[in-house]
DNA sequence: GCGGCTATGTATAAAGT
DNA sequence: TACTTTATACATAGCCG
């Protein structure tokens, strides 16, 4: 009843966005805007809570930059550019290019995620036409798509992991 | 009235904090493993939505360097420090202890170890899983299969490297 | 294009396993 | 010790001025 007394809404509210690159110039430009704030203070906080150091660097649509640092951009880059080039001068080119091969594979794994949920909602979309009975409604869902997330996300972090240390257990036993 | 038959909160859900330095050195290292999965998930959205480039560069707070790059970290950089010529030479800055930490300690480094074999064993428990679980085969279609191939491919190539690189220490990995 | 407003989607702090 | 669950805090898409 009390559905009936309510007030027509007044917004269609936040809606749900596939996550691709927009096509309306002038949604890109807001929509920049606001993640751009939105990542920033997100750094901050990151920052601030666990008491680390970071810095992010990004180009604005029309290919202005924008740069957050803490506690300064420069300082940041010249600690990864430190390590970085030590990290490559230290061994031999093997180790170097397995780094770099590694730059980069976090947007892999999300693009092979992306596919693969995708693939998902093709099928279940498929599944509801069909509407064969309830093994579907049990069988895929948020979870599942969560799950994989998961792995991928601990696929790469282990791989990264792994390459990591092996190469510092390298240094020290040189076998 | 319902509330009344409503269950007890099984939980207290999400709590506000206030954004300053954490105390518990655990609870930093949970949240820095949140929020910098949640940051670099947002840099990645704000790339692909807007379709920019964008770096992140982060240092846990055991100095550990995690870093985000679309479509690389070092192009990225490469293009904020050519437009912002104010970018000191990395080796005259103070010494870069960065990478040193990389190295570690002996026993650091088996203790790192033993928790990545377990989380490769998760990893593969749960590969294992999805292949026999019966939402798997009874949705499952050719382009699935494949890609679930494609994940099985990545993790025999993970182990078959990590044998190749650190064959020394193979007979720590029982697999 | 900029900021404010909802209503809704998403991230995540704590508790649980 | 880490991973999952849950309830809530927070971010933001679509509108409007």
Redesign the interface.
Known sequence: MDNMLQQKKKTTGRRK?E????DKETN?QV??SK??Q??FK??S??C??????????????ADK?Y?FGQPN??A????????????TD?KSMEDSS?YAEY??Q??ES?K?LE??KK??AE?ENL?KTWNRGD??N???DDM?IN?LEQ?M???YE??K?????????????P?
Chains 1, 2 share one sequence.
């Open positions: 966005i996550i691709k690159k927009l890109k929509t920049f993640r751009r939105g990542l997100k750094a906080e990151l601030v809570l666990c008491d680390v150091h970071a810095a992010i660097i990004v180009f604005s649509p930059l740069s951009t420069d940041i880059l010249n600690s990864y550019i430190n390590g970085t080039t030590e990290f230290a397995t730059n980069g976090y947007e999300l092979m596919m693969e693939k998902l099928v599944a093994w579907w049990d069988s895929i599942s799950q792995f996300i601990s696929l282990l791989r992991k792994l390459f990591e240390r092996a190469d510092g257990l390298s240094m020290m036993f076998f």
